[in-house]
């Protein structure tokens, strides 16, 4: 009996040693991606964001557009086939179709 409580409890240690913590990890690093809502103007033109992991929303005058976040070089970049939307620190530029906004600030 002895012999067999032993086995158990070195399996069990065995299992709790061996148990990867990543998945933990991964889920208090998303929850640091909080959504945010920000404001930009852009010269005479005002627009609002609210950000998400992966996603922009932008609240146009004209429209309102959820964008999916693509590869950028730096910044967050966020585009589909008439919009595109760009952020860094408190910069943006937005396009939308052809006409362009290059300095837009939060």
């Known amino acids: 009996m002895l012999l067999n409580l032993k ?4 399996i069990v240690l065995a299992l709790i ?4 913590t990543s998945f933990s990890k991964a889920s ?3 929850s640091v ?5 920000i404001v930009y103007e852009c010269d005479e033109y ?3 964001t609210h950000t ?3 996603k922009v929303t932008l609240y146009l005058p004209e429209l309102t557009v959820v ?3 693509i590869r950028a070089a730096s910044g967050a970049k966020y585009q589909n086939k008439d919009v595109l939307f760009w952020n860094k620190d ?3 530029l937005l396009k939308v179709k052809d006409k362009t906004w290059n300095s837009c600030h939060s």
């Open 33 to 37: 991606e909080a959504a945010r809502t």
């Open 17 to 20: 040693i061996s148990c990867d």
């Open 28 to 30: 208090a690093d998303r």
């Open 90 to 92: 408190d910069s943006a």
């Open 7 to 10: 086995t158990i409890f070195l």
């Open 46 to 48: 005002k627009f609002s």
């Open 52 to 54: 998400s992991p992966g």
């Open 67 to 69: 964008l999916d976040q």
